[in-house]
């Protein structure tokens, strides 16, 4: 029977509605989708539409949250951008038996909310397939993909019961480390392509100097990795560029949906943190250097920067 009946998200945006669509309609479970008040104040009024239907999300910011019994797991879909300031969206109902389950890229969000609630069970995860397409409050997605998670083995249990009565897809890798540095090394690979070339992965499969470019700032992240002794790295970049060919033509990563927007990228939990822990151990490199540095000064040239 299932013991997580308790249930918020925090990041209502292309990643987070995906488990959300299906939670929202679960028996026996009470969801709610946590933010800010001028947040929840704009949803409560605009709505948020997942493949053209409104879901009926329950909206609640911290200041309303004082009645509310604690949850017992917040998924956490935010930008890496805005974690820590959101985190503290939840602050009012995380008691001591919270289970948090970050799905954000990169490969420090558990860090970050471990640090902000030291005493609580941080499990790790992320999404695989498809990117889903987030235009303001509107996603669209075509329901190909997996939730990925490890950790606690007794939290990481209760997750898995919830998702499979929802019906949500998720696996549970062996080695969770080697699996969230798996998607780590693809996601600096295609997504950093992706935004420094405005391509989307049709025009980077047909593009052999695109795959080219793709493929070495997975070498540079494949570097650091193996200096990290994660396992299974000599497979990563293959495996990484077979996703990046068979992925449909017309998808764009969420970095270049972000730099077409004018939003914020995820350049920081990239090449920001690829690049900083290449420094530790000596190792070049030189083309995340230049990603990092072009996409700041592009995003330093934005008239306005939306969320």
Request: one cysteine or more.
């Given at each position: 029977m299932n013991s997580l009946k308790h249930i918020v998200l925090l990041g209502a945006g292309a990643v987070g509605t995906l488990p959300g669509s299906k939670l929202i309609h679960t028996p026996g479970i009470t969801f709610t989708a946590a933010a800010d008040m001028n947040r929840v104040r704009r949803y409560r009024q605009d709505g948020i539409f997942f493949n053209g239907e409104k879901l009926p999300f329950s909206f609640t910011a911290p200041e309303e949250m004082a009645t509310m019994p604690p949850a017992d797991l917040i998924i956490v879909a935010t930008k890496t951008t805005t974690l820590s300031?959101?985190?503290?969206?939840?602050?009012?109902?995380?008691?001591?038996?919270?289970?948090?389950?970050?799905?954000?890229?990169?490969?420090?969000?558990?860090e970050v909310i471990a640090s902000r609630f030291p005493g609580n069970t941080v499990l790790r995860g992320y999404f695989l397939g498809h990117a889903s397409v987030r235009q303001k409050n509107f996603v669209r997605h075509d329901g190909v993909g997996t939730f990925y998670c490890g950790g606690e083995?007794?939290?990481?249990?209760?997750?898995?019961?919830?998702?499979?009565?929802?019906?949500?897809?998720?696996?549970?890798?062996?080695?969770?480390?080697?699996?969230?540095?798996?998607?780590?090394?693809?996601?600096?690979?295609?997504?950093?392509?992706?935004?420094?070339?405005?391509?989307?992965?049709?025009?980077?499969?047909?593009?052999?100097?695109?795959?080219?470019?793709?493929?070495?700032l997975m070498e540079e992240a494949a570097a650091v990795a193996e200096a990290e002794n994660i396992s299974g790295t000599n497979e990563m970049i293959a495996d990484g560029m077979q996703v990046v060919l068979t992925m449909p033509e017309n998808v764009?990563?969420?970095?270049?949906?972000?730099?077409?927007?004018?939003?914020?990228?995820?350049?920081?939990?990239?090449?920001?943190?690829?690049?900083?822990?290449?420094?530790?151990?000596?190792?070049?490199?030189?083309?995340?250097?230049?990603?990092?540095?072009?996409?700041?000064?592009?995003e330093a040239g934005y008239k306005s920067v939306k969320q």
């Open positions: 300031a959101a985190l503290e969206n939840v602050a009012p109902i995380t008691g001591k038996n919270t289970i948090f389950l970050p799905l954000l890229n990169g490969i420090t969000a558990d083995a007794n939290a990481l249990a209760k997750v898995k019961e919830l998702f499979d009565l929802a019906q949500i897809n998720i696996a549970l890798p062996e080695d969770m480390n080697s699996a969230i540095w798996k998607k780590f090394i693809l996601n600096v690979g295609i997504n950093q392509t992706q935004a420094m070339f405005y391509a989307d992965y049709g025009a980077v499969q047909r593009d052999e100097q695109l795959l080219d470019y793709c493929r070495k764009k990563t969420s970095m270049l949906q972000d730099m077409l927007a004018h939003r914020p990228s995820e350049v920081d939990a990239f090449a920001g943190t690829l690049c900083a822990k290449a420094r530790k151990y000596g190792i070049p490199t030189p083309l995340n250097d230049e990603v990092f540095a072009e996409i700041r000064r592009r």
